[in-house]
């Protein structure tokens, strides 16, 4: 077994703490991913029957288990 000393292990430095991101950069992301969050509840909850935006049923069979999981009225 090697013995290490410890004065070969590096020296901790101090790092400094990172600056806070402005709103304004951070808004047009917070909006992006709001409306993506809006769309995927959409597919998830409203896509079927009158509502739907593609036919059939493979986007609601998709979905299936997120609906049962967020309490969307299914079956
Ligand atoms: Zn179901």
Excluded: K
Excluded at 30 to 53: N, P
Excluded at 55 to 64: A, L
């Amino acid at each position: 077994m090697a013995n290490v000393s410890v004065s070969a292990l590096p020296t901790p430095t101090a790092v400094p703490a990172p600056t806070p991101i402005p709103l304004r950069q951070i808004l047009p992301w917070a909006i992006f991913g709001a409306v993506l969050a809006v769309v995927l509840l959409y597919f998830v909850g409203a896509e079927q029957g009158v509502t739907s935006v593609f036919s059939g049923e493979s986007v609601h069979e998709f979905v299936h288990d997120g609906r049962h999981l967020l309490g969307f009225p299914c079956h």
